[in-house]
C-alpha cells in the first residue's frame, strides 16, 4: 500500500503563573468553586483584559527551545463560540499571527532519528469547566477560565503512533526543565488533540483529516492514533465513506467514535480582539529570555553519556527532571566518580525524596555531602554497608557523612595489629572451618570473615581481614 499515515499533534499546555492570563486572579488548584474569578475572567461588560508578562515570556522560552522565531508583532484574536463554560462567548487566543512560529525538534524511536516541525507556539486563555451531576442537573465552574494556556501546534510529520508518544514525553519533560508548566497530564495541565490521515505521497491522493479528543494520558494517545490508522486503512480497502470529522477516543471499548464533523475556522467568526493592544516583545527581552535558556534535556542526556560514560538508561533517567540532573553533576564534581554518583542519586536518594514527599531542591542532604560519603566509601574509610545503614539518617538530618562517622564510630578499621587479634579469635573459634580450609575449602574462609565482621560491628576492612585469614592460615 502506498498510503501513509500523516500525523499532526495540538498539545495544550496550563502555565505556571500566579494569576490568570488577563486579570489578577490566582491560578490556584484545589480552591472552592467560582472563588478565584473577578469580572474579567467572567467576562463581565466593561471589564478590560490586561496581558500577562509571564505568560508571554514562557511561550517565547518554550518557543525559543523549539527552535521558533519570535514574532516582533502579533495580535490576540476573539474564537466566537458559545457554551456554559465559556462566560465571555468567546476565548482570546491566537489566530494567523501567532507569538512563536516555525521551529523543529529532533527525535529518535529505536534508534531511528525522524525530524517534527512545529508550526507555532502560542497563547490563549483556558475555559471553566462543566460538571453533569448524575441527577441531571450540570454545574459550573469558573476557576480555570482564564488560567494562561499554551499552544504548541506541529506540522502533520508523524508518521507513526510511536512517534507521537516519543515527542510527546521529550515535550513534557522540556515543559518541566523550562518551568513553564507541570505538563502533568492526569491533572489536565498537558492535553492533547492528534489529527490523523492518510496520504498518498505519488498521486497525492489523501483521507479526509480526523482530530481525536478525549485523551487522558500518553497511553491513550497512542492507542487512539494507532487504531485511528488502522481504521483509516480499513476504510481504503473496503472503499468506505469518509469525512473530516471530529472523533472521540473510547478507552474501555478501544476505538474512536464520531463525535461531531469538522467545524471550521469561519465557524468561530474569528476577529482581533478590540480590547488588546497587539503584542510586541522588544527585541532585548526575547535575546535575555533566549540568554536564560538552560541546558536543554536532550542535550544534556547525550553529555552525560559522554562527559560522564554513563550507560544510556542512566543519562535518560537522571536528565528526566532537572532539579534531579543537577544534583547528579553536583554529587559527581565532589566525588570524582561518575558512575557511583548515578546509583546513589537513582537509587538510595530517589528512593528516599519520595518516601518523603520532597524535591532535590528542598531536602536537607546536601549533594556535597553525598558527594563526601561516596569518597570516604572510595578511599575504604567506611564500606558500603555502613554507608548503605547511615543514609538514611544523613538524607534525613543533613550531617556531614565524615562527622557522623567519627560521632558513632563507624570508621572501617584497617589497623592489622587490632585485625591481627580479632582473626586469632576467629581461627580459635571455628576450628572445623579451618580444617576444611586447609582441606581445599575455599568457602570455609567465609565463617571467619563472618567472625571478625559480627565482632567488629561491620567495620572490619573485608579486603584486609581476607589477606591476614589466608596469611595466618597457610603458615
Ligand atoms: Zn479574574
Given at each position: 500500500m502506498a498510503f501513509r499515515p500523516m500525523v499532526g499533534l495540538e498539545v495544550h499546555a496550563q502555565l505556571l503563573t500566579a494569576s490568570k492570563m488577563f486579570c489578577s486572579c490566582p491560578v490556584a488548584f484545589g480552591s472552592n468553586p467560582n472563588s478565584n474569578c473577578c469580572p474579567v475572567c467572567t467576562g463581565m461588560p466593561g471589564s478590560?483584559?490586561?496581558?500577562?508578562?509571564?505568560?508571554?515570556?514562557?511561550?517565547?522560552?518554550?518557543?525559543?527551545?523549539?527552535?521558533?522565531?519570535?514574532?516582533?508583532?502579533?495580535?490576540?484574536?476573539?474564537?466566537?463560540?458559545?457554551?456554559?463554560?465559556?462566560?465571555?462567548?468567546?476565548?482570546?487566543?491566537?489566530?494567523?499571527?501567532?507569538?512563536?512560529?516555525?521551529?523543529?525538534?529532533?527525535?529518535?524511536?529505536?534508534?531511528?532519528?525522524?525530524?517534527?516541525?512545529?508550526?507555532?507556539?502560542?497563547?490563549?486563555?483556558?475555559?471553566?469547566?462543566?460538571?453533569?451531576?448524575?441527577?441531571?442537573?450540570?454545574?459550573?465552574?469558573?476557576?480555570?477560565?482564564?488560567?494562561?494556556?499554551?499552544?504548541?501546534?506541529?506540522?502533520?510529520?508523524?508518521?507513526?503512533?510511536?512517534?507521537?508518544?516519543?515527542?510527546?514525553?521529550?515535550l513534557r519533560r522540556l515543559l518541566r526543565y523550562l518551568g513553564v508548566s507541570t505538563a502533568n497530564m492526569e491533572e489536565g495541565a498537558m492535553r492533547c488533540e492528534p489529527t490523523v490521515n492518510l496520504v498518498d505521497e505519488e498521486t497525492g491522493q489523501a483521507t479526509p483529516i480526523v482530530e481525536i479528543k478525549n485523551l487522558a494520558s500518553f497511553k491513550a494517545v497512542h492507542d487512539a492514533v494507532s487504531y485511528e490508522i488502522d481504521r483509516q486503512h480499513w476504510c481504503l480497502e473496503n472503499d468506505a465513506e469518509m469525512q473530516q470529522e471530529t472523533r472521540r477516543w473510547n478507552e474501555t471499548e478501544a476505538k474512536t467514535t464520531v463525535m461531531r464533523t469538522k467545524e471550521s475556522a469561519d465557524d468561530y467568526m474569528y476577529f482581533p480582539e478590540p480590547d488588546l493592544v497587539p503584542l510586541t516583545p522588544e527585541r532585548e527581552w526575547v535575546e535575555e529570555i533566549a540568554q536564560s535558556l538552560p541546558e536543554l534535556p536532550l542535550v544534556r542526556e547525550r553529555r552525560f553519556v559522554e562527559e560522564y560514560g554513563l550507560p544510556q538508561y542512566d543519562a535518560e533517567v537522571l536528565t528526566e527532571d532537572k532539579q534531579v540532573a543537577d544534583y547528579f553533576e553536583a554529587v559527581a564534581a565532589t566525588c570524582g566518580d561518575p558512575k557511583s554518583a548515578s546509583n546513589w542519586v537513582m537509587g538510595d536518594f530517589t528512593h528516599l525524596l519520595h518516601e518523603s514527599g520532597q524535591s532535590p531542591?528542598?531536602?536537607?542532604?546536601?549533594?556535597?555531602?553525598?558527594?563526601?560519603?561516596?569518597?570516604?566509601?572510595?578511599?575504604?574509610?567506611?564500606?558500603?554497608?555502613?554507608?548503605?545503614?547511615?543514609?538514611?539518617?544523613?538524607?534525613?538530618?543533613?550531617?556531614?557523612?565524615?562527622?557522623?562517622?567519627?560521632?558513632?564510630?563507624?570508621?572501617?578499621?584497617?589497623?592489622?595489629?587490632?585485625?591481627?587479634?580479632?582473626?586469632?579469635?576467629?581461627?580459635?573459634?571455628?576450628?572445623?572451618?579451618?580444617?576444611?580450609?586447609?582441606?581445599?575449602?575455599?568457602?570455609?574462609?567465609?565463617?571467619?570473615?563472618?567472625?571478625?565482621?559480627?565482632?567488629?560491628?561491620?567495620?572490619?576492612?573485608?579486603?584486609?581481614?581476607?589477606?591476614?585469614?589466608?596469611?595466618?592460615?597457610?603458615?
Amino acid at each position: 500500500m502506498a498510503f501513509r499515515p500523516m500525523v499532526g499533534l495540538e498539545v495544550h499546555a496550563q502555565l505556571l503563573t500566579a494569576s490568570k492570563m488577563f486579570c489578577s486572579c490566582p491560578v490556584a488548584f484545589g480552591s472552592n468553586p467560582n472563588s478565584n474569578c473577578c469580572p474579567v475572567c467572567t467576562g463581565m461588560p466593561g471589564s478590560l483584559p490586561v496581558p500577562n508578562r509571564k505568560a508571554v515570556q514562557f511561550v517565547i522560552k518554550t518557543g525559543l527551545a523549539l527552535g521558533c522565531k519570535v514574532s516582533d508583532y502579533c495580535r490576540f484574536y476573539r474564537k466566537n463560540y458559545f457554551y456554559p463554560d465559556l462566560a465571555k462567548n468567546f476565548q482570546i487566543s491566537q489566530y494567523d499571527e501567532p507569538l512563536t512560529y516555525e521551529g523543529h525538534i529532533d527525535l529518535a524511536v529505536n534508534g531511528e532519528p525522524f525530524s517534527i516541525r512545529v508550526r507555532r507556539t502560542h497563547l490563549e486563555e483556558d475555559t471553566g469547566k462543566n460538571l453533569h451531576l448524575s441527577d441531571g442537573r450540570s454545574l459550573v465552574e469558573y476557576n480555570r477560565c482564564g488560567v494562561p494556556l499554551m499552544e504548541v501546534v506541529t506540522e502533520p510529520d508523524f508518521t507513526s503512533a510511536d512517534q507521537v508518544r516519543e515527542y510527546l514525553v521529550q515535550l513534557r519533560r522540556l515543559l518541566r526543565y523550562l518551568g513553564v508548566s507541570t505538563a502533568n497530564m492526569e491533572e489536565g495541565a498537558m492535553r492533547c488533540e492528534p489529527t490523523v490521515n492518510l496520504v498518498d505521497e505519488e498521486t497525492g491522493q489523501a483521507t479526509p483529516i480526523v482530530e481525536i479528543k478525549n485523551l487522558a494520558s500518553f497511553k491513550a494517545v497512542h492507542d487512539a492514533v494507532s487504531y485511528e490508522i488502522d481504521r483509516q486503512h480499513w476504510c481504503l480497502e473496503n472503499d468506505a465513506e469518509m469525512q473530516q470529522e471530529t472523533r472521540r477516543w473510547n478507552e474501555t471499548e478501544a476505538k474512536t467514535t464520531v463525535m461531531r464533523t469538522k467545524e471550521s475556522a469561519d465557524d468561530y467568526m474569528y476577529f482581533p480582539e478590540p480590547d488588546l493592544v497587539p503584542l510586541t516583545p522588544e527585541r532585548e527581552w526575547v535575546e535575555e529570555i533566549a540568554q536564560s535558556l538552560p541546558e536543554l534535556p536532550l542535550v544534556r542526556e547525550r553529555r552525560f553519556v559522554e562527559e560522564y560514560g554513563l550507560p544510556q538508561y542512566d543519562a535518560e533517567v537522571l536528565t528526566e527532571d532537572k532539579q534531579v540532573a543537577d544534583y547528579f553533576e553536583a554529587v559527581a564534581a565532589t566525588c570524582g566518580d561518575p558512575k557511583s554518583a548515578s546509583n546513589w542519586v537513582m537509587g538510595d536518594f530517589t528512593h528516599l525524596l519520595h518516601e518523603s514527599g520532597q524535591s532535590p531542591d528542598t531536602c536537607k542532604l546536601r549533594p556535597e555531602d553525598l558527594g563526601k560519603l561516596i569518597k570516604l566509601i572510595n578511599d575504604t574509610t567506611i564500606s558500603s554497608k555502613i554507608a548503605k545503614d547511615i543514609f538514611p539518617t544523613l538524607f534525613e538530618q543533613g550531617t556531614d557523612p565524615q562527622q557522623l562517622i567519627e560521632e558513632q564510630g563507624l570508621a572501617q578499621i584497617s589497623d592489622e595489629d587490632e585485625l591481627s587479634a580479632i582473626v586469632d579469635a576467629a581461627i580459635e573459634a571455628n576450628p572445623k572451618a579451618v580444617a576444611d580450609y586447609q582441606g581445599g575449602k575455599e568457602k570455609a574462609l567465609g565463617a571467619m570473615v563472618g567472625y571478625v565482621m559480627k565482632e567488629t560491628r561491620g567495620q572490619a576492612n573485608p579486603g584486609l581481614v581476607n589477606q591476614i585469614l589466608r596469611e595466618k592460615l597457610s603458615e
